[in-house]
């Protein structure tokens, strides 16, 4: 079974981001770009599969800037086999990645996609399940665990009330939640191996996928700064100013 | 004119607290209609008769099958899109639980839509503001006009609807084939009795702080001399102190409670994300530089096992 991960390219989970003061969005340059953290976690967990003899090939899939071989090459670090990078200058919108994932689904015939839950940029959380309808296969988001059992998957996914665990024929796309795994550390010699391996590049074009119409950006803006307020010295006078407020 | 279609939630029959949050969006768009979709296995008179109270509301379409026993995704997705094509909405709108971001964009990509996800506020009938970058950048997106708008709720930043209204309650059945190829299997929900840590005015949340499963009975115990719910920073839950539904944050659950106290959390930005909301934030840490005091309203340094017994016993 051959796995497709996603590798988007994001601003780092620890950079403070600044809103530009013309509100046309956020700015990135100079800024330290990462693999998105959810997508780490989806390659590690493709890459488990393959330790234990469930999947046979991971092929990272990157849909982004050129320099998104960055990111692409951190996945073949991690240990994936391939990668491919779907080159666009052009922000796309879930609706459009999740067109280019189905073209290469096409193409490769793979037996589950995993991508992360949400992209840390956009926060849109759409990818993966608008995959699952175009593929009209099943999905199961927000995956705690993943059990691949012959055709089917069982998934446990972590949801509002709790717990649930899902059976899922394959092929299906899962979403990666934040406690699937804790993905592994690149080590240097990997990195060194991982420049031997393949990155296949392709164009929205030759894939043959159409850009979706677009929610039009009119500002970006900061939100209203939280004030911090002060410190108190003691548990009296907390207790004090919260019943002043009103609060207990 | 705007014709809604609200997605609502029940569980066990009850109306979820979440569903009127999502009727106050659709009212906002001042519609020419809201209809409210309930989906569920056995009688949803109680959750339909709650959602048909509300201003505005024409109707609530009630869908109970056995396959809707548990919101699956691939499951309702097909009924949704049925219900879209014959009532003629303009809008659709979703919770943005786990069920409605489950949902929804399966529902757009068939539509061949993108989805606003997390609406925070609305501007006209197709102008909307939605947080990115966990909430750091407020981005103001236009659905193109003409365009069918697919959007999930953000809980916090909307009050409950208004009621006033008495819409009609209508039974469904939908002939659509529905997939077999998702199956539930089995639930784990920890029974509380404590308030439901997305709508309680009071929460105190632990960090790794706490330090363990056991210490985290401190929390608990100020929580119930509060009257107030628990929640839990994401590394305290990753750390299996307790579960993942209590955990607030960009990846958990984004409240607005009036009072929020913050126990052994440093505050990073993805915790900060889910309570930028709340009222007053009250931050306990050991630490002096912890970022959380650059955001709390009210701060005390110290060790939370001495901080919280002292403050226990004022409280009594
Ligand atoms: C993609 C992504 C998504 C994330 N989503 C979330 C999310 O939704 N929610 C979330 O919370 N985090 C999230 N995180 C994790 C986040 O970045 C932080 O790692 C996490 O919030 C830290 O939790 P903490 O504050 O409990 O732990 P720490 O940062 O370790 O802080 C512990 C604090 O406890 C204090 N302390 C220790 N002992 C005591 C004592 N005896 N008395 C008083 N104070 C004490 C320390 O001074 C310290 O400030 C996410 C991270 C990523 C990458
Ligand atoms: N440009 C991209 N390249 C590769 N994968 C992507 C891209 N955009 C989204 N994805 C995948 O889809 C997931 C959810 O993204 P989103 O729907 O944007 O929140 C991400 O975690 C990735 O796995």
Not at chain 2, 128 to 154: D, H, K, M
């Amino acid at each position: 079974m051959k796995v497709l991960v996603g590798v988007k390219r994001v601003v780092d989970y620890n950079v403070r981001v600044q809103v530009k003061p013309d509100g046309s969005g956020v700015a990135t340059e100079g800024v330290k770009m990462s693999v998105n953290p959810f997508d780490e976690i989806a390659i590690e967990e493709a890459l488990r599969m393959k330790s234990a003899g469930k999947a046979d090939e991971v092929i990272a899939v990157s849909i982004g800037p050129q320099a998104a071989q960055e990111q692409l090459r951190t996945a073949l670090a991690m240990g994936a086999d391939r990668a491919i990078l779907v080159e666009t200058d052009q922000t796309l919108e879930p609706l459009t990645v999740a067109r280019v994932f189905k073209a290469l689904v096409d193409q490769e015939q793979p037996g589950l996609v995993i991508l992360g839950k949400q992209a840390i940029d956009d926060d849109a959380g759409q990818t993966p399940q608008m995959l699952a309808a175009l593929w009209d296969r099943p999905q199961a988001t927000f995956a705690s665990k993943v059990e691949i059992e012959g055709e089917s998957a069982k998934v446990t996914r972590e949801v509002d009330l709790g717990l649930e665990t899902i059976e899922i024929d394959l092929p299906a796309v899962i979403s990666a939640d934040l406690r699937l795994n804790e993905p592994r550390y690149v080590k240097l010699p990997d990195i060194m191996k991982a420049k031997k391996k393949p990155i296949g590049t392709h164009t929205l074009e030759e894939l043959g996928v159409e850009i979706a119409p677009a929610l039009k950006p009119v500002k970006t803006e900061a939100p209203q700064a939280r004030q911090g307020g002060h410190k108190v010295e003691s548990v009296s006078e907390l207790v004090a100013e919260l019943k002043n407020k009103g609060l207990i | 004119m705007a014709k809604v279609l609200v997605i609502g939630e029940q569980l066990n029959g009850a109306l979820s607290a979440a569903t009127p949050k999502v009727v106050a969006c659709a009212q906002a768009l001042n519609p020419e209609s809201i209809d409210v979709a309930l989906f569920g296995a056995g009688d949803l008179a109680g959750a339909a008769e709650a959602a048909a109270k509300f201003a505005g509301v024409g109707k609530v379409l009630t869908v109970s099958n056995p396959a809707n026993e548990h919101p699956l995704a691939a499951v309702l997705a097909p009924q949704i899109e049925a219900l879209i094509s014959e009532g003629g909405y303009t809008h659709v709108l979703a919770s943005s639980s786990t069920t409605g971001k489950d949902v929804l964009p399966r529902v757009a990509a068939k539509l061949g839509v993108t989805q606003v996800t997390d609406i925070m506020a609305v501007h006209g009938a197709n102008s909307f503001t939605r947080p990115t970058y966990a909430g750091n950048a407020l981005v103001t997106v236009e659905v193109p006009e003409g365009q069918i708008v697919l959007g999930t709720v953000r809980g916090a930043s909307w009050q409950a609807a208004e009621e006033g209204g008495s819409g009609a309650v209508e039974s469904r059945e939908l002939g659509v084939e529905l997939p077999s190829h998702t199956r539930f299997v089995s639930q784990e929900t920890s029974k509380s009795d404590r308030p439901d840590l997305q709508t309680a005015p009071k929460v105190v949340s632990g960090g790794r702080g706490v330090g363990s499963e056991e210490n985290f009975k401190v929390i608990f115990s100020l929580a119930d001399k509060l009257g107030a719910a628990v929640g839990a920073s994401r590394a305290a839950v990753d750390a299996g102190y307790v579960p993942n539904e209590m955990q607030v944050g960009q990846t958990g659950k984004i409240i607005a409670p009036e009072l929020y106290v913050a126990v052994g959390i440093s505050g990073a930005i993805q915790h900060l994300a889910g309570i930028k909301d709340a009222g007053t934030i009250v931050a306990i840490n050991k630490d002096e530089e912890a970022p959380i005091f650059e955001i709390a309203d009210v701060g005390l340094v110290g060790d939370l096992f001495e901080v919280l017994p002292a403050l226990e016993k004022e409280l009594s």
